[in-house]
Every structure is written in C-alpha cells, then in structure tokens.
C-alpha cells in the first residue's frame, strides 16, 4: 500500500453507514468493547428518524394484542408480508420500547403518567407510543446524544460512502465473498478514506429522492440500496414506493409532511366543497391504510383539476389541537395557516421504500459480515403497503438483532486482507456540474410522471429507456472524473431508480402501493420480485429465499 494513503486508512470491529434510527440503535446494542464506526452522510440528526411525526407502534395495552398487530400489519400490507418477519417485529416491539427508554427517550405521557398510546391509519389498537408530534426528533437527538457519549464509537460526519469492498471484488475468488469495509468521501477535504472491519452495516434509508416531490431529507438517494446491489445481494419489492397522503402543499415548504396522527385523532379530507370524498373509497375512511388514501386524493385531483385537497381537524377544540400537535401548529402559523381555524391544503408525496436489501431476521445480507437495516433492507415486514409506525419500530428491532448477531460471531482477531487505496490518478475534475443537475432533475421528473401512484406498461417502458440512457450517461461520467457527492448519489438514484420500474413492469397485478392501470385486478398467487445482480453467485446465499 502507498504509504502516503496510511492516514486515509481506518480499520474497526464494526462499520455503520448511517445515523438514522437503524444505524444508532445498532451501535447502541453493540456490547463497549466494539470499536465502532459511524458513517454519516450530513450531520448525525440529518436522518430520516429525526423527521418522522407519528411515532413507534407497539402492543403496550391490555386490549391489545400480538395477534392483531400482526393482522393489521397483513391487512395493511394487502397479505403479502412474511409472516416470520411480522412476527419477530411484531413481539420486538415492548422490547424496543424498553431500548428506547433505557437511553432516555422522553414520550409523551397520558394523565395516569403512562406512555399515551394514539391510532394512525391500518391500526384497530391505540398502539402508537410518540412524542407529542415530533416522535423523530426526540428518538434522534437522543440516541445520538447517546452514541457521542461513548468511547468506543467514533463519530464521521459529512462522510459519503462510494462502495463496499468485498473479497470478491478483489479477486479472491475461492473464498465466500465477504465484506471487508468500504470507500467513503469526506466531503471537507474531498479526499477518499478506506474503512476496514470484518462487518459492515448499512442503515442508510430509502430511495424517496428519487421522485420530484418527496417528504424525505436529501440524504434519501438510495446509496444503501445500490452499493449491495453492486456488491453481489439481491433487492426485492422495490415497486412499492409509499406516497404519503398528506404533505403540504405550500411554495415555501415543499416537504412538510402531515403526520397521520392527525387523521388519527378526527381530522377530516375534503374537496374544495367541503366533501369528505374518503367515505366513497373506503368503509374506513381517513384511516384506511396510505396507498388507498394516496390513490383516492390522486384521483380527486386528476378528476376535478385541482391542485391539492384539504385536511380540516377545525372541528376540534382548540386547545385539543395545540397540545396534541404543536410542532405542526406553531410550524404551519409562521406559514400563515391556524389549523384551529383554517383547513390545510395538502398532496400525495413520496415517502417511503417498502423493498430493499433481502435480510433475515438478523439483518445479514447475502454476503457475510454484512448487513443492511431500516429502509435500506428489505425484511419481509411491509408487504405492498407499509402500515404507519411500522417503521421505527423495525428499525429497532432488526437494530438489535443484528448486534446480537454480530457480537455472536466476533472472532476477535480479525486480520482483513490488503486492500488497495481508491485511485483517483486517471480522473479529471469535472468542468461543468450543470450536467449532474440536469441529470438529476430529469430522472425525478421522468419518476414521477411515469413511475407514480397510478402506473401503465407503456409510462414504465419509457421511464426505463429514459433510465437506462442517463445510466449509461453517468457510468462514463463517473470514469472520468473525480467523484463527488452530488455524482455519488446520481450514480445510485439511477441504479435504484432502475431497480423500481424493472420491478413494477415484472409485478402484473395491482396490489398495495403498486397500481397499474394495465392489470387492475389481484393475482391469486402471493411472490415478492426479487432482482438478481450479474455478480450474485447462488452458494453465497445466507439468508432465507421462500417466497412471500
């Protein structure tokens, strides 16, 4: 190795690729004797975690009960999700909520000073623990306070992963392919650094970037998701892109998503009229699951030529209002909205990846010593339709089985191979950033024009063209030059970008989050899509591959 890149060179038992709620709660459960890691593309709260509104959902009452969740989460997830990673997620959930507070996590309490317990969409139960409506921020600022607080963990801000280093990218072909770390941008030097570790976790969220409106922080470009891929694992269900119903529809603050706890507590969807139009889609009305509510304002909008819709909680008191929501109500009065007085105008937007890395009940992806968590993996939990709070509560669960996982097989003497610096020496700087940025927006046009709440075959076979040639335009790009952060992530917005059309034209139904005009109706059959890269080989499988 070039001695003058030694100093670029880290080596750790554990490496995270994220801060976000997966990623924390990893490091978090990992016993103090780890040296570990954490890789964090902006600042360590600049997560999906950290704006999440609603909460964690979790069986926590006496009316409640394991079975109903799991037959909510089903429900929701319109019966494709694996019954084993419901379950395991399902009864993680009072352990989970021990974790949380254990680090400090301060909910928000009922007048009995017991965790108060609200409803969102697709729940039968009260089973969502939060804090007040900002659940994300607390569990964020916390668990990362947390994490600064310990010795064994190393903290690299502004850190952008390029690519995991595996044994068989390095030619060592008679061994199973292993993850040995990976290549990451510190964005402050623009230098490459070398991380090395026998494990490797990615918790870096979904792919929610890839669509021009969108309630995700832009640190949600796929990179977890793209980099396995290049690595050798297989990504499943990646077409089934959650659109939130209610972001609000506002030009100064394009991504200011309305928590569905608000629905929740009574709030009504309205026409311009004052129709409550949900009633005439489904029996549940404001709280059925999101891809009916999504589907039902989408088609409003298209069928009156409106621009948005209207979310009215005006009917309760005041004071019922300001107490359960008042991050949103102080939020939307700067903006000139009273939402004890005035209706709030809001759009589908997306919001969440349902596929993802194929996992198991431990995290461990199809290479050994790596692991994918959070959005970033597919576990089996969400089927065609994530259900509200579902998420958190995975993260948390599949954190902590992964650290259990891993600390169970530390060896504790661990000698990784040599790896080559990155070798930047035959690369330029780029001379116009502009055809990054066009790239960048054409993509998210062309996803959410053709790859949205309502699909055909026809959108999709043109969204796959168009992909495929920025693709190629941006492989000879990347080749050329020297990478950065805004290449880095156009590079995995079109991978991922691809993953989801090539899924949605395989799935020839309309089930949850995927509706395609060209086959309405239910299949009997119940399968997940699975994508196969060109370096998977069938004997490196690790992990589970019944169907759905």
Excluded at 292 to 303: S, T
Excluded at 358 to 383: F, P, R, W
Excluded at 393 to 398: G, S, T
Aim: net charge negative.
């Amino acid at each position: 190795m070039d001695m003058s890149n030694l100093h670029l060179t880290h080596h750790f038992d554990v490496i995270i690729v994220g801060s976000g709620g997966a990623g924390l709660s990893l490091a978090l459960s990992l016993p103090e004797h780890f040296n570990i890691a954490v890789l964090a593309k902006s600042s360590l709260t600049d997560a999906s975690t950290f704006y999440a509104q609603g909460g964690v959902a979790a069986v926590l009452d006496e009316t409640d009960s394991i079975q109903q969740h799991i037959d909510d989460t089903m429900i929701a997830g319109v019966h494709l999700c694996e019954m084993d990673a419901v379950k395991h997620t399902v009864e993680g959930g009072k352990p989970s909520v021990d974790f949380l507070l254990k680090h400090g996590v301060q909910f928000t309490l009922d007048e009995q000073e017991q965790l108060h317990l609200t409803r969102e969409g697709g729940h039968s139960q009260r089973r969502i623990i939060h804090a007040a409506d900002a659940t994300g921020r607390a569990i964020s600022t916390t668990l990362v306070q947390r994490a600064q607080e310990k010795d064994n963990i190393t903290i690299f801000e502004d850190y952008i992963a390029i690519d995991r280093i595996c044994s068989q990218k390095l030619g060592l072909a008679d061994q199973a392919n292993r993850a040995l770390g990976l290549y990451a941008l510190d964005e402050k030097t623009e230098k490459v650094h070398t991380f090395l570790a026998p494990f490797t976790a990615l918790a870096c969220g979904g792919a929610m970037k890839a669509y021009l409106y969108t309630s995700n922080p832009d640190i949600a470009t796929g990179d977890g998701i793209a980099m396995a891929y290049r690595a050798g694992c297989r990504v499943a269900n990646m077409e089934f892109n959650q659109f939130h119903p209610t972001c609000l529809y506002h030009p100064q603050a394009r991504s200011l998503l309305i928590t569905e706890a608000m629905r929740g507590e009574g709030a009504y969807l309205r026409l311009p009229d004052g129709e409550r139009f949900l009633l005439r889609f489904d029996e549940r009305a404001e709280l059925a699951p999101r891809d009916i509510v999504a589907r039902a304002i989408d088609y409003e909008i298209k069928r009156l030529g409106i621009r948005h819709v209207w979310l009215d909680i005006t009917h309760k008191d005041a004071d019922f209002v300001k107490t359960h929501f008042p991050t949103l109500y102080t939020r939307l009065l700067e903006l000139g909205i009273d939402i004890t007085q005035d209706m709030i105008p809001v759009v589908p937007a997306a919001h969440y990846t349902c596929g993802g890395v194929v996992v198991d009940e431990n995290s461990q992806t199809d290479i050994q010593g790596l692991y994918a968590i959070g959005e970033t993996s597919y576990t089996g939990l969400h089927g065609a339709n994530r259900m509200a709070s579902n998420s958190l509560l995975e993260c948390f669960v599949y954190g902590i089985s992964a650290a259990r996982h891993i600390e169970t097989h530390f060896e504790g003497s661990y000698q990784s191979p040599s790896v080559p610096a990155w070798d930047d020496s035959q690369v330029t700087n780029p001379d116009e950033d502009v055809v990054i940025l066009q790239n960048w927006d054409e993509l998210r046009q062309t996803m959410w024009n053709y790859v949205g709440i309502v699909r055909t075959t026809k959108r999709l076979q043109r969204a796959l063209h168009r992909i495929e040639m920025l693709k190629k335009e941006i492989a000879e790009y990347y080749q050329d030059y020297q990478v950065s952060k805004n290449l880095i992530e156009l590079r995995n917005l079109v991978l991922v970008s691809e993953m989801i059309v090539r899924c949605a034209i395989e799935r020839k139904e309309s089930r949850g989050l995927h509706f395609t005009l060209d086959y309405p109706q239910l299949l009997p059959e119940l399968r997940k899509t699975v994508l196969i890269p060109p370096s998977f080989k069938v004997e490196q499988v690790l992990v589970n591959t019944a169907e759905a």
